[in-house]
């Protein structure tokens, strides 16, 4: 039985995957390409197939089901994933008061992680530094996780770390739960400083001179100079609400860590060529459609 992906659409209208592997196969990486293929062949005999007999000997009958793919990139199967993440999420974390933090950077900054995975691994590092410092600060050992996003609601790049914190912890003297405030602007000086000292320690890595509207920058002097002005620009890390429990930190990380960036109930149009899909935009608050082009 052939279970059909709705979302497959994007990839396979008018050969648009072939066409961009044609286009710019050289900048995908292996594991992206094994992605996008096990999520074509998801509900196909190219996964394998089932077979369920009945348990009487003297009934013939069987049906055939194809394997699904287990893909991240793969909306049908990110769903059940997200399913079972969540429920034992549920069974690890603490049941206390949970902070949400985004933390972001300069649009300037972008460029320079665009593809650079190890400098994007990195960034937890960064932001998780912040908020162990400032609770280390406090003589309090705290939980922690979280999850990059390296887009935004319209799909444009936007790199950005959600940070989902206790808002408290164990006393490192005294092994008893005392509870912890965080002050943003000494979150924001922390995650601000850790990501230029990155960049300012990556130069090799970056190689800034290469990227558009760079090449005045041809050493690593010149590059330092570039960082620094970057203190003087704004540096958004937004706090939420604090919640009781981390359901609602896992239950929204859990659409981004093993969902594909679209999920198929946003997808509006496509008959090959444009994409429609609808956002909600933070600043109005109000659904937006946009259109884009099939790449």
Known sequence: MYIPRPAKLLFTVDDGWNRYLEKHGDSISQWTRLCVERMLACGTCAMGVRRYCCASPDCTHSRFFCQSCKSKACSACGMKSTEQWIAKQQHVLPDCDWQHITFTMPHLLWPFFSNNWPLLNDLFRCATR?????????GIEVGIFCALHTYGRQLNQHPHIHVSVTRGGLDVKHGAWRSLFFRKKA????????VIRLLRDSYER?????????????DGEQWRRYLKAQYGRHWKVHFAKKTRGA?????????????PPVSASRLRHYAGGAVVHHYLDHRTGKHKRQTLSQE
């Open 187 to 194: 979150v924001e000086e922390i995650w601000r400083g850790a």
């Open 247 to 259: 359901w609602h930190s896992v239950k929204y990380l859990g659409r981004y860590l093993k969902r």
């Open 206 to 218: 970056v190689s800034p001179g290469t990227l558009p509207g760079l090449g005045h920058i041809r």
């Open 130 to 138: 912040a908020m162990l410092k400032w609770a280390r600060r406090q």
